[in-house]
Every structure is written in C-alpha cells, then in structure tokens.
Nanobody
C-alpha cells in the first residue's frame, strides 16, 4: 500500500509561480514513476508531467518550458510551475507506479491550483 500526500498549490496571478510537492509513504519496495495529473472543471483528468526514478521527465505540450518536475528522492516529487496561465487552473493530483508497466498504483487526494487572469 502506498499513500501519497500533496502539498502546495493555492492562488496565483497569471505569470506567477507555484510549487507542488508530493510525498509517498507506506509499504513498498520501490517507486518507478511519479506523476502529476490535473483536472479542470468540466474536463477529464490529464497527465501533466511524469518522472522516472532515473530522472527522465516527460511533459504535456501545454506546460513544456513552464513546468519542471523533479524527483527529490525515491519517494518525493516536486512540480515547479512558472509563468502560470488561467488554463492551468484545476485540481492537481500526484500519482505513482511501483513498476515500469505504466499502471498507476496510487493517487493523492489532490490540491487546488487557481490562476487568476
């Protein structure tokens, strides 16, 4: 069992920055990939960024050049969001996969990010 807890988020002006963190705890041997998803009102949840244990990062096109995901240690990931836009508004969820098979094994409860234009 893995538990994920997000922190950070909140309100920001367009063009501003916010930082999200996610920490994993529980009984597991290793976490393969940690990811951030977001869900805007009335829209489906979408993958924003992911990072492997080796530090390989991937981003959705909409956030490339503005967001940076990092793997601070084996159980923590951070999403640094800069040059925020109103369309970045949504609930951000941390997720993780224990194996490199792409299957999500745990989700956090989510943290609200609101960008004011």
């Amino acid at each position: 069992q893995v538990q994920l807890v997000e922190s950070g988020g909140g309100l920001a002006q367009a063009g501003g920055s916010l930082r999200l963190s996610c920490a994993a705890s529980g009984r597991f041997f290793r976490i393969s990939t940690m990811s951030w998803y977001r869900q805007a009102p009335g829209k489906q949840r979408e993958l924003v960024a992911s990072v492997t244990g080796g530090g390989l990062a991937n981003y959705v096109d909409a956030v490339k050049g503005r967001f940076v995901i990092s793997r601070d240690n084996h159980t923590t990931t951070t999403l640094q969001m800069s040059n925020l836009k109103s369309e970045d508004t949504g609930v951000y969820y941390c997720a993780c996969s224990l194996n490199p098979n792409g299957i999500t094994d745990a989700w956090g409860r989510g943290t609200q990010v609101t960008v004011l234009s």
